[in-house]
T-cell receptor
Framework: AAGVIQSPRHLIKEKRETATLKCYPIPRHDTVYWYQQGPGQDPQFLISFYEKMQSDKGSIPDRFSAQQFSDYHSELNMSSLELGDSALYFC??????????????FGPGTRLTVL | AQSVSQHNHHVILSEAASLELGCNYSYGGTVNLFWYVQYPGQHLQLLLKYFSGDPLVKGIKGFEAEFIKSKFSFNLRKPSVQWSDTAEYFCAVNNYGGSQGNLIFGKGTKLSVKP
């Protein structure tokens, strides 16, 4: 079965650079969630999208933005990167529309290292 | 909003020992509950989930969990652990109860199994 795809899997950036992480949900899934997991930490919710509209917002810094496109893939844009942004970034997708269970399926994550 | 607490930060067991990891959540209404496992350097994998019905849930790799509504608990168990179970275990719940919203994770329990 198709799973959530994230790219790139690994990314190394310098401080103050920008980064773009991509997430391709499972086909027919209409909702995407982004989570950040720092070293030794639990995953923290950043932001979610349902049917291409922002659905909910968590602890996402103002330097980050995200969107969901017409094909339902999502991109997380990160600017003015800081050392503390080094983390594993997970994307999850679900089918929230009526009849869907809204169960979240996680992608493999993008490991971002900021030097 | 929900909160999840996992009682044990680090558990060390010998192979064949029994395992029980505690998890408590705060929301008093309908809840969907999850246990995820994360092997070192890997992504989150779903071990088991509870949506409704039988409060004793069986998952993959011989794990099970029991939902006790009166105690707001969803403890994870395995009768006999193996060295390959060494990983971090996260309990999670939907933020707004039922299947709604992002997942709120506990701080995780690191399990080390000695061969």
């Amino acid at each position: 079965a198709a799973g959530v795809i994230q790219s790139p899997r690994h990314l190394i950036k310098e401080k103050r650079e920008t980064a773009t992480l991509k997430c391709y949900p499972i086909p027919r899934h209409d909702t995407v969630y982004w989570y950040q997991q720092g070293p030794g930490q639990d995953p923290q919710f950043l932001i979610s999208f349902y049917e291409k509209m922002q659905s909910d917002k968590g602890s996402i810094p103002d330097r980050f933005s995200a969107q969901q496109f017409s094909d339902y893939h999502s991109e997380l844009n990160m600017s003015s990167l800081e050392l503390g942004d080094s983390a594993l970034y997970f994307c999850a997708s679900s089918f929230r529309s009526p009849g869907g269970s809204n169960e979240q399926f996680f992608g493999p994550g993008t490991r971002l290292t900021v030097l | 909003a929900q909160s999840v607490s996992q009682h044990n930060h680090h558990v060390i067991l010998s192979e064949a020992a029994s395992l029980e990891l505690g998890c408590n959540y705060s929301y008093g209404g309908t809840v969907n509950l999850f246990w995820y496992v994360q092997y070192p350097g890997q992504h989150l994998q779903l071990l088991l989930k509870y949506f409704s019905g039988d409060p004793l849930v069986k998952g993959i790799k011989g794990f099970e969990a029991e939902f006790i509504k009166s105690k707001f608990s969803f403890n994870l168990r395995k009768p006999s652990v193996q060295w390959s179970d060494t990983a971090e275990y996260f309990c999670a719940v939907n933020n707004y109860g039922g299947s709604q919203g992002n997942l709120i994770f506990g701080k995780g329990t690191k399990l080390s199994v000695k061969p």
